[in-house]
C-alpha cells in the first residue's frame, strides 16, 4: 500500500470551511468535487482516519478517475497540491489555506496526516478508467454526422456500451439532476456524431461548468468548435484552452478591463481577430493599445476598424506596423510641406502687385486748394 500524505496550513483540530471557499469556490464547483473535497476536509481533522481513493470511492459510488478528477479540480483551483510517486499514483496532498493570498508553492506544511492508496496495480479491476475504456474502443476523429435524434433501438444498442454508460451517469452528477431525453440525445451526438472521446467529453463539461456554463447548449458550441480544430485530446483541449485564455487576458490588459469578464459579443470579436483574420496575440494587442491611445476608453469595433485596415493592407508583423507608420508619417509630411509650399506660393503673390506711390495728404490738400 503506498501512502498519501496530506498537509495543511492551519492547524485547528475542528473541521472548518473558510467563508471564501463558500463565496468563492463552491458556488461554481461541481457538487461532486465538493463532496470530496468536504470529506478530505473532515479525514484531516479526524486522527486516524484513513484515506484512499479506492475506499472514497466506494464510499461515494464514484470510479478512481472520477476521485482523481475531483482532486485535479481542485488543485486548479489552488486549494491543494498534489504530489507523485514515480509511477504517478498519488503520494501526497497538501491543503491550502482558501484565505491566503499566497502563491502555491509558496505554503508550508503544518501538519501531516497519512492516507493510504493502493498501487495501481493493485486497484481494483472492475473500476475501469475512462482513458482504459476510451483506449479500447474503436473510435476514431472521423468528420461530424449531421444531428439527428437517435431511434430507441439506436439508444439502447449505444448504452450496451460500459463508456456510455459511464459517460451519463458522469453527466448526471456533473448537472446535478437527472438527465433528459433531450440532454441523452446530446451527449450521444458529441461521442457517436462528433467522435469525440469519452475523456474529452468530461474535460468539456468540467471546463464549461467550472466557467460558470452549465448549459448543454453551449457546450454542445464548444464541443463543434473543438471538432471543426480537430482537437482530439484533452492534452490538445488544454493546450487551446490555455492559448486562448492568454490571448483573452492580454487584450483585457490591452484595454485597461478590470474587475469584470468579457462578454459574448466582446469574446466574438477576439474570434474574429484570431481566426477569421489570423493575426498573432502581438498584432492584436497592439491595435488595442492603439486604441486606448486615440480614444482613451476600450471600444471593440473601432479596434476591429484598426485591423480590418491592416488586413487589407497585408500587415502580419509588428516590422509590417512600423512600415506602414513610417509610410503614413511619410505621407503626412509630404503632405504638409505641399500646403506650406502653396500658402508660401500664395503670400510671394500678393506681394508682387504694384505698390501705391501716392501721398494722401498731399491729395487731401490739393482737393481742398481745388474747391477753395
Known amino acids: 500500500m ?40 473532515r479525514c484531516m481533522n479526524s486522527p486516524g482516519c484513513s484515506f484512499s481513493i479506492s475506499r472514497t470511492a466506494d464510499k461515494f459510488d464514484h470510479t478512481e478517475k472520477d476521485i482523481r478528477r475531483a482532486l485535479a479540480y481542485w488543485e486548479k483551483m489552488n486549494l491543494l497540491r498534489l504530489e507523485y510517486h514515480e509511477d504517478k499514483s498519488i503520494s501526497g496532498i497538501y491543503f491550502l489555506d482558501a484565505d491566503a493570498s499566497s502563491a502555491k508553492d509558496d505554503t508550508v506544511p503544518l501538519k501531516k496526516a497519512e492516507f493510504m492508496v493502493p498501487p495501481l496495480s493493485s486497484q481494483k479491476e472492475n473500476r475501469k478508467t475512462f482513458s482504459e475504456t476510451a483506449a479500447s474502443a474503436s473510435h476514431s476523429m472521423t468528420a461530424p454526422k449531421e444531428k439527428t435524434a437517435y431511434t ?3 439508444l439502447a444498442a449505444l448504452k450496451e456500451k460500459e463508456e456510455v454508460r459511464e459517460l451519463l451517469f458522469v453527466a448526471e452528477s456533473y448537472l446535478a439532476r437527472p438527465l433528459s431525453s433531450t440532454d441523452i440525445q446530446s451527449l450521444l451526438y458529441w461521442y457517436d456524431g462528433l467522435k469525440l472521446s469519452v ?22 458550441k464548444v464541443a463543434l468548435n473543438w471538432k471543426e480544430a480537430r482537437i482530439e485530446t484533452v492534452e490538445q483541449a488544454k493546450r487551446s484552452i490555455n492559448t486562448h485564455s492568454q490571448l483573452h487576458y492580454a487584450v483585457m490588459k490591452a484595454l485597461g478591463i478590470h474587475g469584470r469578464s468579457l ?27 492603439r486604441t486606448i491611445l486615440t480614444i482613451h476608453q476600450p471600444n471593440f469595433e473601432y479596434t476591429d476598424r484598426i485591423l480590418l485596415n491592416w488586413k487589407k493592407q497585408n500587415i502580419r508583423t509588428t516590422t509590417d506596423i512600423r ?48 474747391v477753395l
Open 199 to 220: 475523456d474529452l467529453i468530461v474535460y468539456l463539461m468540467e471546463y464549461c461548468i467550472a466557467g460558470g456554463h452549465s448549459s448543454l447548449h453551449y457546450m454542445e
Open 323 to 370: 512600415k506602414a507608420d513610417e509610410s503614413f508619417q511619410a505621407a503626412k509630411t509630404a503632405e504638409k510641406t505641399a500646403k506650406t509650399t502653396v500658402a508660401r506660393t500664395a503670400a510671394n503673390r500678393f506681394n508682387s502687385f504694384p505698390q501705391r506711390t501716392y501721398n494722401l495728404d498731399q491729395l487731401e490738400a490739393e482737393l481742398l486748394n481745388t
Open 263 to 289: 462578454i459574448p459579443a466582446e469574446s466574438a470579436y477576439i474570434e474574429k481577430w484570431s481566426k477569421e483574420l489570423g493575426f498573432g496575440q502581438d498584432i492584436i494587442t497592439e491595435a488595442c493599445s
Open 2 to 41: 503506498e501512502n498519501i500524505t496530506l498537509h495543511k496550513d492551519n492547524g485547528n483540530s475542528t473541521t472548518e470551511i473558510p467563508n471564501r471557499f463558500i463565496d468563492e469556490y463552491m458556488t461554481n464547483a461541481n457538487g461532486e468535487f465538493v463532496k470530496i473535497y468536504l470529506y478530505l476536509l
Open 152 to 154: 430507441s433501438n439506436q
